[in-house]
């Protein structure tokens, strides 16, 4: 089994941002990447931009340490979790814009071995249709990367405790 050194995080958001802070204070360093400039320099000085309790302290903690940092743009990575919203168009259909944006922004970053994640919470089909974009553009990776599908259920206000201590795959 590969061991993975390093993951880049795609969306900073509600979701994005714990679980990348979590899994960087597990000692994998990461790659925190989000569209929003200055959500990059708050949390590259340690800062965040959400409230979450005991979130501030984390990210203080493994910026210091070296293994977060964020960026405008993606890089080599072993893991890509794709950690962006999901909202609803007008006719109350789920939008997979965002998803599929982000996709695209890693293609040429995605290698033989990765791990692709999408943590969004998305409708059924997906993943395949993620899947599909991938090796329609990239078709020498096809059997060669690793996709899953792991959506986030925590509470607010409660997250990182969730985030360490619920059961997930």
Do not use: W
């Amino acid at each position: 089994m590969k061991t993975f050194k390093k993951a880049c995080f795609i969306g900073l958001g509600y979701i994005g941002l714990p679980t990348a802070a979590i899994v960087a204070h597990s000692g994998i360093r990461v790659l925190g990447v989000d569209i929003n400039k200055s959500i990059v320099d708050n949390i590259n000085q340690g800062m965040i931009h959400i409230i979450e309790p005991g979130l501030s302290d984390v990210v203080k903690t493994v910026v210091v340490s070296k293994m977060l940092r964020a960026s405008i743009v993606p890089e080599d990575s072993d893991v890509f979790l794709i950690v962006v919203p999901t909202p609803f168009t007008h006719n109350y259909q789920p939008d997979i814009s965002y998803v599929e944006s982000a996709t695209n922004t890693i293609l040429p970053f995605l290698k033989p071995g990765d791990l692709y994640i999408i943590e969004s919470t998305s409708p059924v089909g997906t993943t395949e249709k993620m899947a599909a974009l991938i090796f329609g553009k990239r078709p020498e990776l096809k059997n060669k990367i690793y996709i899953a599908y792991c959506p986030e259920r925590v509470l607010p206000g409660n997250v990182l405790h969730e985030l360490v201590y619920n059961d997930r795959v």
